[in-house]
């Protein structure tokens, strides 16, 4: 069974960074690929990052690329998402996602959720 652990949001002003953390367990990740999707209120969740277990690509939204940065520690079976320069609209609940295959945006592709971590940037 697969389960998705996601931790490290909070309140944090304009400009500051924050890094999330995904824990993954239940499956061997080697042909995975990993996402993080953001979701504000009112708003249909949204991709924001992916990277590859095993080869490390990654893809970014553009909104996004720039300022925040996925990676993964594959001894950890942990995906991270630093994210800095914050800015109050990327406030949301922050979800990581995996699914068997290859690097992709669509969230109706990934077939595993975490429970999501609220981020919260003040202006």
């Known amino acids: 069974q697969v389960q998705l652990v996601e931790s490290g949001g909070g309140l944090v002003q304009a400009g500051g960074s924050l890094r999330l953390s995904c824990a993954a367990s239940g499956r061997t990740f080697s042909s995975y690929a990993m996402g993080w999707f953001r979701q504000a209120p009112g708003k249909e969740r949204e991709f924001v990052a992916a990277?590859?277990?095993?080869?490390?690509?990654?893809f970014y939204a553009n909104s996004v690329k720039g300022r925040f940065t996925i990676s993964r520690d594959n001894a950890k079976n942990t995906v991270y998402l630093q994210m800095n320069s914050l800015k109050p609209e990327d406030t949301a609940v922050y979800y990581c996602a995996t699914r068997r295959g290859t690097v992709v945006t669509g969230r109706s592709l990934y077939d595993y959720w975490g429970q999501g971590t609220q981020v919260t940037v003040s202006s």
């Open positions: 990277i590859s277990w095993s080869s490390g690509s990654t």
